[in-house]
C-alpha cells in the first residue's frame, strides 16, 4: 500500500526552526517528484517547494531563503527545513509525490508558528 507519513510539526516562535520529515513507503519514491504544500485556515493549498527526481528544486517566493527542501533516497524520505519562521507559515503541510498520471498524498502535520 502506498504511503506518505508527515512528521515534525509542532508549535515554534517566530523566528524559529524546524524540520519536517516525509517517510514514503518505497515503491513511490524512487522516480518520483517530491513536493511540499500547505493549507492555511480558510485558504487554499498552495505549493511550497518542490524537487524532482532529477534534482531539480523550486520554491514559494514567500519561502525562498528560509526553507531547503531535500531527500534522503537510502531512507525514502523527504525533508523540509524551515528557518526564521514567521506566523504566515502556520498551517497544514502535505507531503505530495507525483510521477506521470500517478499522485500521492500525505495527511498533513500542523504547523503553529506563535509567540
Known amino acids: 500500500q502506498v504511503q506518505l507519513v508527515e512528521s515534525g510539526g509542532g508549535l515554534v516562535q517566530p523566528g524559529g526552526a524546524l524540520r519536517l520529515s516525509c517517510a514514503t513507503s518505497?515503491?513511490?519514491?524512487?522516480?518520483?517528484?517530491m513536493g511540499w504544500y500547505r493549507q492555511a485556515p480558510g485558504k487554499e493549498r498552495e505549493l511550497v517547494a518542490t524537487l524532482t527526481f532529477g534534482g531539480t528544486r523550486n520554491y514559494a517566493d514567500s519561502v525562498k531563503g528560509r526553507f531547503t527542501i531535500s531527500r534522503d533516497n537510502a531512507k525514502n524520505t523527504v525533508y523540509l527545513q524551515m528557518n526564521s519562521l514567521k506566523p504566515e507559515d502556520t498551517a497544514v503541510y502535505y507531503c505530495?509525490?507525483?510521477?506521470?498520471?500517478?499522485?500521492?498524498w500525505g495527511k498533513g502535520t500542523l504547523l503553529t508558528v506563535s509567540s
Open positions: 518505497g515503491s513511490i519514491f524512487s522516480g518520483y517528484n
Open positions: 505530495n509525490a507525483n510521477r506521470g498520471s500517478m499522485e500521492y
